[in-house]
């Protein structure tokens, strides 16, 4: 017979399948199927699978549960989809495989299992059995190994100590006399309120006698032995009725390290009506609400305490804080029925004076808070004056405080704040619980968080960018607006660099006002701090916009005061400082905001703390960087030559391409000058290796090459001087290959060259009929031997011939196996009669790239000088 059944349709996308997952498990485990769990949710992820990403349509999940197990079945839109059958022609000899793997698993792990089909859609079920239990169980735990079995004593001491209705002991066992030294007939008589050290009551000597008189109870305190010393134990209270009438607590206590022994499992959710039989008390009730069913965030379950907390005891507001790491401040997290400014996240601390009223450690009541202004902060302002406050503690430490106000003075007594701290008690573990699975899910997102904005950083070095990049990570994951404010140098005041806010239309506003406050001082002390300028200053402006508003009404108002509003409640909220600090210098500030009445909570300070680290690591190297490469480009220009002459009835036009980020020039060459009146010297060279080093050969080549040739030097003598002044650098010098000429034009239209190839690729001269040859003979390079001797060679070149230079980055140029090389080139350059010099040296350059898929590795200088035909002179 079916005694529950449970159902969800899902829709064909991959995420149905954990939702599905999700709904089966919480299904058995409302039901008490602990033990079927496991397999119940592997099996509906296999056949979710298959009917949600395999068949592509929507999906039912049906779970019913008898006296005896449960059914699963998985129904989807596609009965034409051919299923395996076990027989002799079905084998899964790759257990990685997808066809039929869900089905492998049902003959695996379900009691039974099977297909039926209807003419509108397939239904796939497997059924899990139960385990039997032994008759008259009421609750049973799973087999453990040994080494995960609770620890105790060899010989555990269960004592039973009966109260009476007065609460003095009326029974004492010999486990009792055992674990605290005291025979049965010294303390029979006594109230146990003697023995009893109890940690957590609000006033002096009453909170066990009144924890005696509750129905049922269970918890932790301590009893004072025969020595004088305090035995922590663990206790279990329940209220009895003997035959005579008279009512009597039974107390079982053990050791406090043996708690496994008397504590009971936590309770099933639906237990409501059986807490109705037992007549528990408030707290009990208060426990059962918490559970029914408990909320899966811990938003939730801090909401629903403090409601229930304002309920249980009659109040008119509640709050519930937890307790940062360090036990230090007090953070709010949920409240009831205060005004809005007691937002989430305000921070308090714990001890805010001397005595056990100051302190959030203990429990207390304050009848009237008017006699005593300020005793809880958190209320000042609100209408409440009495209120009642407990801690929330784990294991001893504080890990929150629990608090019930009122809007009369004298609600409260001891009576109430024991019953609150019996609730909190209860409660303060699962709270603990969701607080630390919550900051796990924040230390993860975090470090994702980190992780991606490290990548982001360190993926540019332009400074506008890095700013840019800075306030996008913060807004909105961090804050609802952020500044950044640079300081160019130490002897520099803080300037406003980027401002963004999640709204769009306020960032002109934003950075309006930002602009007419005075920035924060960079203080270099780590951590966030507040900065309450821009809030002053906003709300300023508003008062003045409205009060301008109301005087002058719809005559001479230069604008609506709206947006002044809107800015000052953008920037209402908390706003945090915090300082830019690399390489031992403040080079900014980081400046984050909340709205109106929103504070920030510690985990995303410390967020934003590691955060701006590693932000201003970032903005310092763009600065380096960028001060590096405009030094570096300054002095690299200077090594390229001025403006080219233009030479008399000959088209000259020079590609260069310098190898490697940031450089302009590098160990390719190349310079044309006027020697004479009609003379002109050219040269195209390359240094071996890239970058500064080369370059700075680069420049004693050129200018020593201007400087010899003006002197009257033939091309020979100046290359073999310029040979001795590049050995002459010793260790910094490099070789040198370089090809060197002299341009003289004819009256005829033509032009003579004198040329000297000093280990450089040779010079091509296309004809015009399209005939490429070299144009020079191979010769040694420079800066290797001392005695070098060169000579030069003539070349005539006619009108509408063309000379193409080159450096060996164009002919070296590879793809793979692959090298263009002077054949290649040379047949790049046949293809370029009758086009001008322009047009070749772009041809050329074109080709080259194209040769290959990756960018050039090495420097590449190309020069092209042609003789024009005769009516193109004219």
Known sequence: MITARAAATFEPVGRSVATARGFVRDALQGWGLTEIIDDAVVLTSELVTNAVVHAGTSTEVLCLRDDNGVRVEVVDRYPERELPVRDTSFTMSNPDREGGRGLLLCAALATRWGVDYTAADKRVWFRLDAPDRPVGTRSAGPRLPDDQLPVTESRVHVAVVQ?????????????????????????????????????????????????????????????????????????????????????????????????????TPQRSTNNSDQNASEGTS?????????????????????????????????????????????ETELEVRASAGLPSARQRFARVPVETGSGRYGSARMPSVHEDLTAVPGAVPLLSGTGMRSVVTVPLKVEGRLTGSLGVAAETPGRYTNEEALRLQFAADRIALAVESARLGEMERLRRGSLSFLVEASDLLAGTLDRDQTLALMAQMTVPTLATWCAVYTIADQGSDPALSYVLHEDEDRIDGLKALLSRVDPPDPVPTPGARLWTAPNEAAHSAALRASLRDVVLGDYGRASSPGATLATAAAVGGETVVLPLVARNRVIGMLTLGK???????????????????????????????????????????????????????????????????????????????????????????????????????????????????????????????????????????????????????????????????????????????????????????LGVIDDLELHQQHIQLDPGDVLLCVTDGVTERREGMRMLGDDGLAEVLTSCTGLNAGAVASRILRAVERFASAAPSDDMAILTMRIPEEEQAA
């Open 282 to 326: 408030n707290s009990d009730q208060f426990e059962a609400f918490i559970g029914s069913p408990r909320p899966d965030d811990l938003d939730g379950l801090l909401q629903r305490t403090v409601e229930r907390a304002r309920d249980m005891l009659d109040g008119d507001a509640a709050y519930l804080l937890l307790a940062t790491d360090d």
């Open 595 to 781: 709205p109106t009445d929103e504070r920030f909570r510690q985990e995303i300070l410390e967020l934003a703390e590691d955060l701006s680290r590693r932000a201003a690591l970032a903005l310092d190297n763009s600065r380096l960087y960028s001060e590096r490469t405009a030094i570096s480009q300054s002095l690299q220009k200077s090594l390229l030559p001025p403006e080219l002459p233009e030479v008399e009835n000959v088209e000259v036009e020079v590609i260069y391409r310098a190898a490697g980020e940031g450089n302009e020039v590098g160990g390719d060459f190349y310079d044309l000058f006027r020697i004479n009146d009609h003379t002109y010297g050219f040269a195209i060279g390359d240094v071996c290796g890239t970058g500064p080093e080369a370059a700075a050969v680069t420049g004693l080549a050129r200018h020593a090459l201007r400087l010899l040739a003006r002197e009257g030097l033939g091309g020979p003598a100046v290359l073999e001087r310029l040979n001795a002044a590049i050995l002459d650098e010793g260790t910094r010098s490099r070789f040198l290959t370089l090809l060197y000429g002299e341009l003289r034009p004819r009256s005829d239209g033509g032009a003579d060259l004198q040329v000297v190839c000093a280990g450089h690729p040779l010079p091509l001269r296309l004809r015009q009929d399209g005939r490429v040859e070299p144009a020079a003979e191979p010769q040694p390079l």
């Open 163 to 263: 109260v009476d209705r007065e609460g003095a002991i009326s029974s004492w066992n010999d486990d009792a006399r055992a674990l605290f030294g005291f025979p049965a007939d010294q303390v029979i008589g006594k109230p146990l309120n003697d023995l009893a050290a109890w940690p957590h009551t609000p006033g002096t000597g009453t909170g066990i006698a009144e924890a005696l008189q509750l129905s049922r109870w269970e918890g932790s305190y301590g009893v004072r032995d025969a020595h004088g010393r305090t035995v922590p134990v663990y206790a279990a209270h329940l209220r009895v009725r003997g035959s005579d009438g008279e009512p009597s607590t039974v107390c079982l206590l053990v050791r406090d390290q043996e708690r496994a022994v008397l504590q």
